[in-house]
T-cell receptor
Framework: GQNIDQPTEMTATEGAIVQINCTYQTSGFNGLFWYQQHAGEAPTFLSYNVLDGLEEKGRFSSFLSRSKGYSYLLLKELQMKDSASYLC??????????FGRGTSLIVHP | DADVTQTPRNRITKTGKRIMLECSQTKGHDRMYWYRQDPGLGLRLIYYSFDVKDINKGEISDGYSVSRQAQAKFSLSLESAIPNQTALYFCATAPDRSTGELFFGEGSRLTVL
């Protein structure tokens, strides 16, 4: 997605906290999604934000600022199994999700 | 069994061949999508359908066509495959426009030689 920007790769240590940022530009906004995708597998839904603020779901939290076109995914107490790609997707005026290029997270011991 | 099923899961073919990727779902969703995924490029939308009589082009529809045979079935065709269509293809469904959360199939890996 040319209108969605997220880092290509991040590394972190097991047990730590990591924040993956996403910025977007859109003429109509109907929500911001985060998906997790392990290598060779299908993306799976993590979170959805349509209002400003923080949504917490277990070890994962997602934040949205609509005025800034900005979101982040926060992963706490990192585990090795969290090594995956994290996809930011914005649902525009027609409710069709547009995806960023994904952030590859590598968690090391 | 998966709620969104894609066949075939893997296919190797030659340039110029016609290929069909099939997607069926048991979720009862109206909306269905075809995306392709290439390394470093993320997921890009090929076609989407909001109901049986609705077909829409996505970002990269050239070289592809689709058919929505029923609410549960959405097929993607490559009339004459070329090597740059080598990719991982995902079918996805969505229940309604209130959130737009997508439910993905397991993917179809296509290699065009």
């Amino acid at each position: 997605g040319q209108n969605i920007d997220q880092p290509t790769e991040m590394t972190a240590t097991e047990g730590a906290i990591v924040q993956i940022n996403c910025t977007y530009q859109t003429s109509g906004f109907n929500g911001l999604f985060w998906y997790q995708q392990h290598a060779g597998e299908a993306p799976t839904f993590l979170s959805y934000n349509v209002l400003d603020g923080l949504e917490e779901k277990g070890r994962f939290s997602s934040f949205l600022s609509r005025s800034k076109g900005y979101s982040y995914l926060l992963l706490k107490e990192l585990q090795m199994k969290d090594s995956a790609s994290y996809l930011c997707a914005e649902s525009g005026g027609s409710y069709i999700p547009t995806f960023g290029r994904g952030t590859s997270l590598i968690v090391h011991p | 069994d998966a709620d969104v099923t894609q066949t075939p899961r893997n296919r190797i073919t030659k340039t110029g061949k016609r290929i069909m990727l099939e997607c069926s779902q048991t979720k009862g969703h109206d909306r269905m999508y075809w995306y392709r995924q290439d390394p470093g490029l993320g997921l890009r939308l090929i076609y989407y359908s909001f109901d049986v009589k609705d077909i829409n082009k996505g970002e990269i529809s050239d070289g592809y066509s689709v058919s929505r045979q029923a609410q549960a079935k959405f097929s993607l065709s490559l009339e004459s495959a070329i090597p740059n269509q080598t990719a991982l293809y995902f079918c996805a469904t969505a229940p309604d426009r209130s959130t737009g959360e997508l439910f993905f199939g397991e993917g179809s890996r296509l290699t065009v030689l």
